[in-house]
T-cell receptor
Framework: QKEVEQNSGPLSVPEGAIASLNCTYS??????FFWYRQYSGKSPELIMS????GDKEDGRFTAQLNKASQYVSLLIRDSQPSDSATYLC???????????FGKGTKLSVKP | NAGVTQTPKFQVLKTGQSMTLQCAQD?????MYWYRQDPGMGLRLIYY???????DKGEVPNGYNVSRLNKREFSLRLESAAPSQTSVYFC?????????????FGSGTRLTVV
């Protein structure tokens, strides 16, 4: 059974701080890794994708991948109250593009 | 450009009733998916269609059927609804070969079975 694990939170950070979200996965053959943001009552929205070891930066977001440790993280710099949401880690690698999702980490950014 | 459109947005069914959830995408994507999302359970794959004319079971297919009507449309049918099928259902699409973009999700269908 392929699994993606995330700390459910809630993770609470003050406005302007760095939020660090973590994810581990069980399938060593995984090749694609995604972070989705989901506001309450809304659908998931893709915010980052990463495919190779190292860091990938996009604005205030940085995704980090370590395939040897089977670990993916998302850093949010200068956190804003609007970043308060549930963040879903998703891992893929099958030929059909199927993704396995973690249960999500709820982030709360306090003004 | 609407992306992925799901209908209906809300539905209440009585136990034993049937219904079909509709999903259509206008991005010319090959692959389409149906997920359900329950509190504390995350997103779980029900069925998927890698291309027009093909469908396959996911993690939780029992009690559901699907139809890939054409490249645009992928429907999910509950033949005899049960309270355990109360959930939020998301349709998603994905274009193989453009793995940099991940899934595009529809807005969801909130289903309550009483």
């Amino acid at each position: 059974q392929k699994e993606v694990e995330q700390n459910s939170g809630p993770l609470s950070v003050p406005e302007g701080a760095i939020a660090s979200l973590n994810c581990t996965y069980s399938d060593r053959g995984s090749q694609s890794f995604f972070w989705y943001r989901q506001y309450s009552g809304k659908s998931p929205e893709l915010i980052m994708s990463i495919y190779s070891n190292g860091d990938k930066e996009d604005g205030r977001f940085t995704a980090q991948l370590n395939k040897a440790s089977q670990y993916v993280s998302l850093l949010i710099r200068d956190s804003q109250p609007s970043d308060s949401a549930t963040y879903l880690c998703a891992v893929g690698g099958g030929s059909q593009g199927n993704l396995i999702f973690g249960k999500g980490t709820k982030l709360s950014v306090k003004p | 450009n609407a992306g992925v459109t799901q209908t209906p947005k809300f539905q209440v069914l009585k136990t034993g009733q049937s219904m079909t959830l509709q999903c259509a995408q206008d991005m010319n994507h090959n692959s389409m998916y149906w997920y359900r999302q329950d509190p504390g359970m995350g997103l779980r794959l029900i069925y998927y269609s890698a291309s027009e004319g093909t469908t396959d079971k996911g993690e939780v297919p029992n009690g559901y059927n699907v139809s890939r009507l054409n490249k645009r449309e992928f429907s999910l049918r509950l033949e005899s609804a049960a309270p355990s099928q109360t959930s939020v259902y998301f349709c998603a699409s994905f274009q193989q070969g453009t793995g940099g973009y991940g899934y595009t999700f529809g807005s969801g269908t909130r289903l309550t079975v009483v």
